[in-house]
């Protein structure tokens, strides 16, 4: 039974069933926009539009902590700045090859490029951390790469420089996740992951401001000329960089709700979903072998997503003997006191719940055109 502002289980199912669309439709709505505009348009700029991203995720975030819907956590030291402009240099990277690789190839074979996320964070944890997966992790990276190499020889479409700068973006996503384990360990300087958004955020606009005027020099003119002979482009433009936040909040909001697990699961059906969408919209041809090499790297991205559940779950199991009858009541009574005594955050609609047990490694994503933290 819920408590005094507690939603009801129905209520909570609502809130969690609309959170999990909304995070499915910016997703693939920033995803789609974004192949749109690079390659339906003639606004050939990834890296001014990589730029509108960051100032929109910093100027809602910046409005969202004012306002005090989502409260902003301070940066606490010049050693913490520091290691949030490192992430956010590799953040900033992996966004403007991704979305670079939309010049090239379709969304359906980005999608398929970007599943290997998995097989660069196994290879890259274990080079830079020493950090040892279960044999069964290892198993699922085969398949997972396998089914990329079937997927490329049949991808019609298969554009050499498109390919390089996706694959690029996905060891750059991997690159970010151990990075952040590294450099954000120290319990002090944990972060939410809104609040990490708007700082590396903002570190990335001062970052890709000189990077778009000396690649993209003529990005901006460019820009106001289709604005001015198309002002849906404006709008077009202004709807994608505000999708790229709400990505993001809506990312955090699932996991809150739910758990990484599932959301892990969740982003794995949304390649899936966002490739035949992409399918539909854009009328790209694709394959038999495309299709099944696809299918052989979804599945081998489940796979990697139960290996890791069940090392998990074998690492938190008793490894004695089950506690005794007093050992259980001394426990339960601790964590009724821990849950009286548990800090209360504001969350979506004035809801209030416990303060989520996130840390400052929270996966920040822009994959390509996915932005998620």
């Known amino acids: 039974m819920a408590g005094p502002g507690q939603p009801s289980g ?20 920033v995803l789609l926009l974004n192949k749109y505009l690079l390659s339906s348009t003639g606004f050939d700029n990834p890296v001014f539009l ?8 910093t100027t809602i975030g910046l409005v969202a902590s004012l306002s005090g819907f989502l409260p902003l956590k301070p940066v606490k030291s010049w050693q913490q700045f520091m290691k949030i402009v490192v992430l956010a240099a590799v953040f900033c990277l992996t966004v403007v090859l991704g979305n670079m690789s939309l010049n090239y190839i379709p969304v359906s074979f980005n999608q398929a490029v970007g599943s290997t996320t998995p097989f660069f964070t196994a290879i890259l944890a274990f080079a830079m951390q020493g950090h040892r997966e279960v044999p069964l992790t290892y198993y699922s990276l085969v398949p997972i790469m396998v089914g990329v190499v079937v997927a490329s020889g049949g991808e019609p479409s298969f554009n050499f420089v498109g390919f390089s700068c996706c694959l690029a973006a996905t060891a750059l996503r991997a690159l970010k996740s151990v990075l952040q384990s590294i450099l ?22 001062f ?7 000396v690649l993209e020099p003529t990005a901006y003119t460019e820009v106001m000329e289709l604005i001015n002979g198309s002002p849906g482009f404006g709008w077009w433009l202004l709807s ?4 790229a936040y709400f990505v993001n909040l809506t990312n955090f909001l699932v996991t809150k709700f739910t758990s990484a697990l599932t959301l892990q699961v969740l982003g794995n059906a949304k390649g899936v979903v966002a490739a035949a969408v992409s399918v539909a919209v854009f009328k790209n041809m694709v394959t038999w072998q495309g299709c099944v090499g696809y299918a052989i790297t979804v599945g081998g991205v489940f ?13 938190a199991a008793p490894a004695g003997r089950a506690p005794s009858n007093s050992q259980l009541t001394t426990q339960q009574s601790g964590d009724k006191g821990s849950d009286k005594g548990a800090e209360r955050e504001p969350l979506l609609g004035g809801l209030t719940g416990p303060s989520p047990k996130t840390s400052g490694n929270a996966d920040v ?3 390509g055109s996915d932005t998620r933290v």
């Open 10 to 29: 129905m209520a909570s199912a609502l809130i969690t069933g609309t959170a999990i669309i909304c995070w499915y439709v910016s997703n693939i709505g």
């Open 50 to 57: 990589t730029l509108c991203h960051m100032i929109a995720c």
């Open 184 to 205: 954000m360990t120290d319990p002090s300087e944990k972060l939410d992951p809104m609040s990490l958004l708007l700082y590396m955020s903002a570190t990335s606009v």
């Open 207 to 213: 970052l890709l401001v000189p990077m778009s005027a």
């Open 240 to 243: 994608n960089s505000c999708l």
């Open 303 to 315: 796979l990697y997503s139960e290996s890791k559940r069940r090392a998990k779950a074998a690492g």
């Open 365 to 367: 994503f822009f994959r």
